[in-house]
Each structure stands twice: as C-alpha cells, then as structure tokens.
C-alpha cells in the first residue's frame, strides 16, 4: 500500500470481508499514517463506480479492496465503464492460495478471470500466498500496475492469494508497522505444512476401505444434488447407518430428514470438546461439501486416517482439507456397491451396535440441558436464543432460509432437531452477504410461504430486491438480525489493533433506519424486543401475502460471550 501511495494513490474504498483482512489494516492503518482516504462500503458495486467517479475527476486511479468470491463479480460493471471511458481504476481482490482452489472451499472460485475481458491487465500476486513475495518484487509489481491503469487510462485488476492467518496479534502488528520485515512475517504466517497435498487421482478407486463393524461416524454437508434425487439419498443413508450403527452429523441444509436414525442434534457444539470423542482410528463418511464449521475442520484435521467423501455427481474435487478420496456418482450407487461388496443378503445385520453412537447421544442430552439453561425462553433476545427457539412457533414444513453469516452458524449449533422438519436453504458455495434477498424472492415464488433469516448488512446489501416481482400469494417473512454491521467477525477472537478498529476494518455499522425502509417500499414491519415477540410476531406475518420484515435488535458483542459461555459450560461437563 505504501508503494501505491508513492506513486499517487489518495482514496481507496473499503468493501468489508474475512479473507481482505490483511488489506483492511494495511488501509485504515494507512489511512492514519499518511492521511489517505479510506471510504467504506458495503456493496461492491456500488464501490468500484464510486471509484470511478473519484479516478474521472482527480485524474489518478483508486484502488478497490474486496473479499473473494461473489464479492469480485459486483466489480464487473464499473470495469467494463472504466473500459470503455479510458477512466483509471484498481481492483484489489483478496483470493484463497493455490492449496484452497478447485477443492470445493467455501468463496474459492476462478475470479482472477472474472475481469479479465475488460481490464488492460491483470495480475495475480504469488498464487501460495503474497507473504512469499519481497518487498522488492511487490514494489515492482506496483509500479507496474500504477503505469498501466494510466497510460493509457483503464482498469487494472490485481488479485491477492493470502495465506492463513488472517488475523495477526497485535505484537505482529505492531512488528509490521515498525519495520517490514518479509523473511520474519513468512515464518510467522505459513501454515501450508498442516495440509496434506490432493490425495485423489482417481475418485472412482479406494472408496469402498471403509469396515462397518468398526467405530466411524457419518458428516452430511449441504445438499448439493438435483431435487428428484434427494429421496434416494435419504433412503440410502438409512440404510448405511442401519448397517453401521455410526452416529450422524447433519447440516440443517443437507436435506437429512429428522426422523434419521443415529442423529446427534447438537454435533457441532459436542466437537468443541477436545475429549468428546475418544475414537484414534475414527472412520468418516463425507457427504457432500463441509458445512459452515471451523470446529469441524479441525476435528476432521485431527482424524484424518480413512475418510470418504460422497457427492451427488459433482465431479470437482470438494475437500479443501485434502483428506479424503472422492466418489462422485452419488450415495445410493455407493450404498448399493459397498453393500455388494462387503456382504451377501444371508450375513448383512439389520443394525450394528455402536458405543460411539450410544455415548454420543448421551452427551448430546447433556449438551441439549445446557442450551435450555443459557438460553432462556423469556427475555433479552440473543442470536442464539432465536436460532434455538424460532422453530418452535413455525409450522414444522414451513421452509427456512438462512443468510451466510451468523445465522448459517448458528442454525448449525443451536436449532436442534427441528431443523431438519423442513427444507433449509443457504447459498455458501461462492457469496458471502451478496444477494440473500433475491435468492429469497427465487425461492419463495416457486414454493410458497419461507422464512428468511439474514443480517442487517446482507439486507443492505441486496435491497434491490425489493423492487422484483414480489410473491402475492403466500408471505415472505423476512427476519431481519439487526447487530449493528458484521457482527460475525466479533466472534473471531480478534486481538486489539495497533491502528484501526473493528468498525472501521470489518463491522461497518450503518446509520439505517430500517422502518423507513420498509415504509418506502411499502412492505410491512415489525420490532420485537424480547424473546416472548418471536411467536406474535410470526402469528402477524402470516396474515400478509409478499414481503413482511421483522426486526430483531441484537448485541453482537454480548452474543459472542453467550456463546463462549455455552461453550465453556460443555468443555467443564466434558472434562
């Protein structure tokens, strides 16, 4: 950044993201340093064409700094206008490194071509991370990007891998700040050692390793198939545990349903626990790509022996992890040849005795105990209150939609078996808050009453939406979690700033007035105060046909010590 603000960069505008982190501090840190201009927004879109407008009068380019995934696609717009009108501009996109793409990790997508066809060049820092290169190289770099954006005048795009951590600690921080030191921070950054190399060669060979008569457990990740197969999935899946007596972790959006033999509830929050599950040899079933859990992926990291992965005819590789071999062409063909291979109809058991499964579901009694003491059915709402108690006033086939922020998480901790009474729906492949109004709108004209659940940014983001065809003749409730910005990274455990601070990198509350709104566009609304509002207020909503918001005012940083709470109270009932 410093080598751009040499070359004349003044303003940059900041889009909010996990995986720009880096480039967040480097700017408002920046910002305070040399006096540049750091504007912040939301919408991507939006952002590059003010950095248009910014680049047509001072005649100098400014950059734009955007997380990975859908986020870079909005910028296609304004770069094909700064094309087009010969205007200086740069995009600066933050991108997985090379071990994360083409592997099914969440926002991991080929978005270095995705401006390709209008910018006069772009450039991809180290494709393993930008910590690898010198400050030399990245000088050179940025000089040589400076001259293209303006001679002549165009857009430039430069995409970013960054390599994990995402978050440094202060002392870091404050190291970098003192003094760049390359060498020192790469030996502080690089993790790729933790992470074995793709394993799959041929995903139809090695699949069939698994013993069902020994400890293993089966992991359901969203559901990724067509609709007309989803039956035969589920049938095929019983019949798996049936045989193997193996507990199942299900993903609210895997289609499982919630009468599924072997179901723990509560997995998600069980594997906090170090010493949950004692099993050194653990067998796991993959199904489908992983669900929206850090917990997950470090427990899977810590059983990586024999793991299968499953997918409904998607052929790309889905393991970000690179742990397991890969079969393609669905659960029930699998079923059907492990089945065939392992037994005849005369020595198949009906059902395999499991201690793992029995001492499972135990803990998750326990685990259910907790949750019914931390998080009261009356009073101050939280995030996690609403996600454990909101099924319980809603019909149990009435469909839900979760944004792919807090809410997806914390359906996935706290929602139980009530979640799987219904088809739940969330968009994680590649959007991170892009776009969750519309997709609600899509879903619900074609299948009738939903319930959206989405942060306040990721309603901001998208309030277009609310100009489309409206469904008129069934509701669209729209739970609109209002904690004041992106209160999802409030649960990163951040350390403190050397320079900056939270709203200004990541949260970037909003001075909205959502009623207001509402009243332009029409649409009902509704606040609720309290966690005894949730029933009334879905009893209203279901009296209107198109879109209704209710508002549900949450304390980000209040809710993230509620969940450290919870979790504190399993690790001490677990010990």
Not at 50 to 73: E, F, N, P, Q, R
Not at 239 to 266: E, K, R, Y
Not at 456 to 477: G, M, R
Not at 527 to 547: N, Q, S, V
Request: proline share 5%; with cysteine.
């Amino acid at each position: 950044m410093r080598s751009f603000i040499d070359r004349g960069l003044s303003n940059i505008i900041l889009c909010p993201g996990s995986r720009s982190a880096p480039l967040a501090l480097a700017a408002v840190g920046l910002s305070e340093e040399s006096g540049i201009n750091v504007y912040k927004a939301i919408d991507e879109r939006s952002a590059a064409f003010m950095a248009l407008g910014l680049g047509a009068a001072s005649g100098k380019a400014s950059i734009v700094i955007t997380t990975s995934g859908t986020a870079v696609s909005n910028l296609l717009s304004a770069a094909v206008e700064a094309d087009r009108s010969c205007q200086p501009i740069i995009f600066l996109t933050a991108d997985r490194p090379r071990r994360l793409k083409e592997c099914g990790a969440n926002q991991s997508v080929n978005q270095e071509d995705f401006l390709a066809s209008v910018c006069r060049k772009v450039f991809i820092a180290e494709v393993n991370g930008v910590h690898l290169l010198s400050s030399t190289s990245i000088n050179s770099m940025v000089n040589t990007i400076w001259d293209y954006a303006h001679s002549p005048a165009g857009p430039v795009h430069l995409n970013f891998p960054i390599e994990e951590p995402l978050h440094p600690s202060f002392i870091e921080q404050k190291e970098v700040w003192n003094g760049w030191n390359p060498v020192a921070f790469k030996d502080k950054c690089f993790l790729l050692d933790s992470v074995k190399e793709n394993i799959v060669s041929d995903p139809t060979k090695g699949f069939n390793t698994l013993d069902p008569f020994k400890e293993g457990l089966i992991v359901a990740g969203p559901w990724r198939g067509a609709p007309e197969n989803l039956l035969s999935f589920k049938n095929a899946l019983r019949d798996f545990q049936s045989l193997t007596g193996w507990p199942v972790f299900a993903d609210p959006l895997s289609g499982v349903s919630f009468n599924q033999p072997g179901m723990i509830c509560f997995w998600e929050l069980l594997i906090s626990c170090q010493k949950s599950i004692k099993s050194q040899n653990l067998q796991i079933l993959r199904l489908g790509p992983l669900p929206s859990s850090r917990r997950l992926e470090l427990f899977l990291q810590n059983h990586p022996k024999n793991q299968i992965l499953i997918t409904e005819f998607e052929k790309r590789y889905l393991d970000p992890l690179h742990l397991a071999k890969q079969y393609s062409h669905g659960l029930s063909s699998w079923v059907k040849i492990f089945n065939d291979q392992k037994f005849t109809k005369e020595n198949k058991f009906i059902e395999v005795s499991s201690k793992l499964l029995r001492d499972c579901q135990v803990k998750d009694k326990k685990i259910k105990i907790i949750l019914n003491k931390k998080l009261k059915t009356k009073g101050a709402i939280s995030e996690p209150s609403i996600s454990r108690y909101l099924l319980d006033f809603i019909p149990l086939d009435f469909p839900v939609m979760l944004s792919a922020s807090s809410p997806v998480r914390d359906f996935l901790s706290y929602s139980g078996s009530l979640a799987f009474s219904r088809r739940c729906f969330s968009f994680r492949g590649a959007s991170g808050i892009d776009g969750n109004l519309s997709l609600a709108v899509g879903l619900s004209t074609e299948i009738g009453p939903l319930l959206l659940m989405c942060g306040d940014l990721a309603f901001l983001h998208d309030t277009n939406a609310l100009l489309l065809s409206q469904p008129t003749n069934n509701p669209l409730i729209i739970l609109l979690i209002d904690n004041q910005g992106g209160g999802i990274f409030k649960q990163l455990n951040l350390d403190k700033f050397y320079k900056g601070n939270i709203n200004e990198i990541f949260t970037m509350p909003q001075q909205i007035d959502h009623l207001k709104i509402a009243k332009t566009y029409g649409i009902p609304f509704k606040d609720i105060f309290c966690i005894e509002d949730l029933k009334l207020a879905f009893e209203w909503a279901m009296k209107f046909c198109g879109p209704v918001i209710i508002r549900a005012r949450t304390d980000s940083q209040a809710d993230n010590l509620l969940r450290k709470n919870i979790i504190d109270a399993i690790n001490k009932e677990f010990k």
